[in-house]
Nanobody, 126 residues
Framework: QVQLVESGGGLVQPGGSSRLSCTGS????????VGWFRQAPGKEREFVGA????????QYAASLQRRFTISRDNAKNTAYLQMNALNPDDTATYFC???????????????????WGRGTQVTVSS
């Protein structure tokens, strides 16, 4: 199984940017589709976006696709979430998740993912 660790969270000013990383270990990272999710205090976890195992396909939550970009570098066993124009509503714990796939599938539901990181906190505040 793959182990996932998120990093890069912290305090960001409104309008700022942040890049989160999700680093996998234990299995070939390129075997896994990756998703990003977030959970704000008092709210359910929500889908942010997903990337296929080769990084050739991505999909985002409609409300985030103009500001967020997902990429991956399988040689570094790492996926990234680039977030721009952040606002206080983006404050949340951000999780990456992975699931082994044999095709270029995009997995859009948290129920599709077997492996999860512990999350990294992003706080958008002045």
């Amino acid at each position: 199984q793959v182990q996932l660790v998120e990093s890069g969270g912290g305090l960001v000013q409104p309008g700022g940017s942040s890049r989160l990383s999700c680093t996998g270990s234990g299995r070939p990272f390129s075997d896994y589709a990756v998703g990003w999710f977030r959970q704000a205090p008092g709210k359910e976890r929500e889908f942010v976006g997903a990337i296929s195992r080769a990084g050739t396909r991505t999909q985002y939550a409609a409300s985030l696709q103009r500001r967020f970009t997902i990429s991956r570098d399988n040689a570094k066993n790492t996926a990234y979430l680039q977030m721009n124009a952040l606002n206080p509503d983006d404050t949340a714990t951000y999780f990456c998740a992975a699931h082994q796939t044999v095709t270029g599938a995009l997995l859009l539901s948290e129920n599709d993912y077997a492996y999860w990181g512990r999350g990294t906190q992003v706080t958008v505040s002045s």
